[in-house]
């Protein structure tokens, strides 16, 4: 499998459009989810959606396939003046020396398990050299197993207008990216 890893150049605004409309793709089919709605700045006319963490308070790595189309993408606030798991009502604990918050993450292709463990490996491995040693997140409970799988500790759940909401800890160097 052929795949080409970067980060987003956040002050391209094609390139910008494109992983908002690749971010809208992946996640305007999810109806049983509505709190994502309120989540993220969602512009259906264009197609797009964006994260509220500004663009210069996260990196946004993507994975593109032989067509250099986005094939997955994961955004990350690094900078973690305001956390996306607030909203949900968690992650008032968390400090800011060494830890991010993982916003999102979708393919809009294959899911094939090695590739998605590369990617993933590829993007803790970048956090890591920056210093980063752990990561945040919440999630719906449709993806908690795969980030489960994936090394995700949950640390907190709870009921968000109806819905199911969890919090997780991911260690960026754990074993499990070795195998």
């Known amino acids: ?12 605004d094609s390139a910008v459009a494109e992983y908002e409309r690749a971010f809208h793709a ?34 946004v790595y993507l994975a593109r396939d032989a067509d250099l189309g986005i094939k ?7 900078a973690m003046r305001t956390k996306q798991s607030a909203a949900f ?8 020396g060494g830890v ?6 979708f393919t809009t292709g294959e899911h094939r398990v090695g590739a998605q463990r590369a990617f993933i490996e590829a993007c803790f491995t970048d956090l890591r050299g ?13 993806p908690l197993p795969t980030y489960r799988r994936i090394g995700g500790e949950l640390l907190d759940e709870r009921q968000v207008e109806g819905e199911m909401r969890y919090f997780l800890k991911f260690s960026l160097s754990r074993a499990w990216m070795r195998r």
């Not at 499998?1 to 391209?12: A, C, G, K, S, V």
């Not at 049983?32 to 996260?58: F, G, M, S």
């Not at 920056?130 to 449709?142: E, I, K, N």
């Open 1 to 12: 499998m052929n795949t080409h890893f970067e980060i987003l150049d956040q002050h391209d």
């Open 26 to 59: 992946s996640f305007a089919r999810v109806t049983d989810n509505r709190l994502i709605r309120d989540l993220w700045v969602w512009n259906d006319d264009a197609r797009r959606i964006a994260a509220r963490i500004p663009y210069d308070e996260q990196i």
């Open 72 to 78: 997955t993408a994961l955004g990350v606030n690094v």
């Open 89 to 96: 009502g968690f992650g008032g604990e968390i400090g800011t």
């Open 100 to 105: 991010c918050e993982l916003l999102t993450y």
């Open 130 to 142: 920056r210093g980063l040693h752990t990561a945040y997140a919440t999630t719906a409970p449709r």
